[in-house]
């Protein structure tokens, strides 16, 4: 693939045949949800009053706030000549089909074992319970630009748009929504990080002024 492929997804699993699957990403849109609920009355501690006059009050009535799950939706175009420099890639053999079977795997739920028996574990060639025990869906990264997110794959859809003769796929446009995974990992660490530096930059800018400045404006 060429220098210009920016994107990835990359199966978190210590297994050789972990999926790594680079992918040319220059969307139109892509659709970042993330929300927050809150229960504006009865509050703990607060009554039914959800008034307040200074900032070290906002953390007592926010106690019922309650963070949704981050989502990702990103729609990605792939053609089998974005792959032609990957080893044993051939497009008249198989055209888009490793892709598509990567993007697939991404989604189901696979064994978390290493090596051979990964892939006797998935078959169900090492008993029931075993089977039913070690196999999981994923953790995945998605390498975005600055970002590297650890997600589950919540829907993979796609269509394919161009066939060879032969009926191997070779163009297709696919459908990804990822829901971020935020419990405590490195990765979740390292954005955090990266937004609070990110944001620092339009502290102190013309036109904007921080919670302390208005807080004094206002008489506290």
């Known amino acids: 693939m060429s220098k210009r492929a920016i994107g990835k997804l990359v199966?978190?699993?210590?297994?050789?045949?972990a999926i790594v699957l680079p992918f040319q990403y220059n969307p139109e849109s892509?659709?970042?949800?993330?929300?927050?609920e809150v229960t504006i009355n009865?509050?703990?501690?607060?009554g039914s009053s959800f008034a307040f006059a200074t900032p070290m009050q906002t953390p007592r009535i926010m106690q019922s706030a309650k963070l949704q799950d981050?989502?990702?939706?990103?729609?990605?175009?792939?053609?089998?000549?974005?792959?032609?420099?990957?080893?044993?890639?051939?497009?008249?053999?198989t055209g888009l089909q490793p892709v598509l079977d990567s993007l697939r795997l991404l989604v189901?739920?696979?064994?978390?074992q290493v090596g051979g028996l990964r892939m006797m574990s998935e078959l169900g060639l090492t008993g029931g319970r075993a089977f039913e025990r070690d196999v999981t869906p994923s953790v995945v990264l998605f390498y975005w630009g600055a970002e590297v997110l650890p997600v589950v794959m919540k829907t993979v859809s796609y269509t394919v748009d161009e066939?060879?003769?032969?009926?191997?796929?070779i163009k297709c446009t696919a459908q990804l929504s990822m829901?971020?995974?935020?419990?405590h990992n490195p990765f979740i660490f390292r954005d955090r990080l990266?937004?609070?530096?990110?944001?620092?930059?339009?502290?102190?800018?013309?036109?904007?002024?921080?919670?302390?400045?208005?807080?004094?404006?206002?008489?506290?």
């Open 108 to 112: 189901e739920p696979r064994s978390q």
């Open 70 to 93: 981050e989502t990702l939706s990103v729609e990605v175009l792939f053609s089998a000549g974005d792959y032609m420099d990957r080893e044993g890639f051939s497009i008249g053999a």
């Open 42 to 46: 009865n509050t703990p501690g607060t």
């Open 30 to 36: 892509m659709a970042r949800t993330r929300g927050t």
């Open 194 to 220: 990266r937004q609070q530096i990110s944001s620092a930059v339009l502290k102190g800018k013309p036109g904007f002024e921080p919670a302390s400045a208005l807080f004094k404006q206002f008489g506290g």
């Open 163 to 169: 066939f060879l003769p032969s009926l191997a796929p």
């Open 179 to 183: 829901q971020v995974i935020e419990a």
């Open 11 to 17: 199966e978190y699993n210590l297994s050789p045949d």
